[in-house]
Nanobody, 126 residues
Framework: VQLQASGGGLVQAGDSLRLACAATGRTLSGYSLAWFRQAPGKEREFVAALRSGTNRSYYADSVKGRFTIARARDNSDITHYLQMNSLKPEDTAVYYC??????????????????WGQGTLVTVSS
């Protein structure tokens, strides 16, 4: 499966953005979906995940209450979204979408995901 994140851009603090993840190559039934981000000079970090089956969502403390991960409901190649509200300068990073079959308790660990695509840059100015 090939993944591609889109929807990034330059915004001001307090603004909103919606990122989308497109997947081609196979259907993702039974897959858990997630978003990670990587700021310059930092490790890739967990942002949000959507558990397969239950569709329960999980968030990093830094984004809880501001970001929402959602599974796409239409029949396009888009698999999931990340709605980002009340953006802060510290949210500036390249955002990556990823997937994995089923679920793993270490959903926050990027090593548990084996499909990554090109990310999309989000820049939040103060």
């Amino acid at each position: 499966v090939q993944l591609q994140a889109s929807g990034g851009g330059l915004v001001q603090a307090g603004d909103s953005l919606r990122l989308a993840c497109a997947a081609t190559g196979r259907t993702l039934s039974g897959y858990s979906l997630a978003w990670f981000r990587q700021a310059p000079g930092k490790e890739r970090e967990f942002v949000a995940a959507l558990r397969s089956g239950t569709n329960r969502s999980y968030y990093a403390d830094s984004v809880k209450g501001r970001f929402t991960i959602a599974r796409a409901r239409d029949n396009s190649d888009i698999t999931h979204y990340l709605q980002m509200n009340s953006l802060k300068p510290e949210d500036t990073a390249v955002y990556y979408c990823t997937v994995r079959l089923n679920w793993n308790v270490q959903y926050y660990n990027p090593a548990q995901y084996y499909q990554w695509g090109q990310g999309t840059l989000v820049t939040v100015s103060s």
